[in-house]
């Protein structure tokens, strides 16, 4: 899961941007962007379950899997699916917390 920039954890596309969030949220969405930003400039490269766990939480503060399970041959895209939709039903606040929190762990 190696970003296109070569960062290790690297954002999938969720808008840091969300005017919609207030009060404790815009913290918390404050403290995920900066997680995402210490995720690209981690020490040592996580392992490939931890950084499928980082994908899956990123995905999941955007809210539940959608769209079709990747097929069999598409072993990636189907175990990153698979990750994300093991979440459901987690809310957006608990997946920016649990982020948040393997992010920090990683930089100890």
């Given amino acids: 899961m190696r970003a296109e920039n070569g960062s290790t954890a690297a954002t999938f596309g969720l808008p840091i941007d969300t005017p919609h969030l207030s009060g404790d949220s815009m913290t918390?969405?404050?403290d995920f962007a900066?997680?995402?930003?210490?995720?690209?400039n981690l020490s040592e490269r996580p392992d490939n379950m931890t950084l499928l766990k980082l994908y899956a939480l990123y995905k999941q503060a955007g809210g539940d899997a959608d769209g079709?399970?990747?097929?069999i041959t598409d072993m990636?895209?189907?175990?990153?699916?698979d990750a994300w939709?093991?979440?459901?039903?987690t809310s957006s606040e608990e997946a920016m917390q649990k982020y948040i929190d393997l992010v920090n762990d990683l930089k100890d």
């Fill in 28 to 30: 918390l969405q404050a």
């Fill in 68 to 71: 079709a399970r990747p097929g």
């Fill in 34 to 40: 900066q997680a995402q930003l210490d995720s690209k």
């Fill in 85 to 89: 939709d093991a979440l459901k039903g």
């Fill in 76 to 81: 990636i895209g189907r175990a990153k699916w």
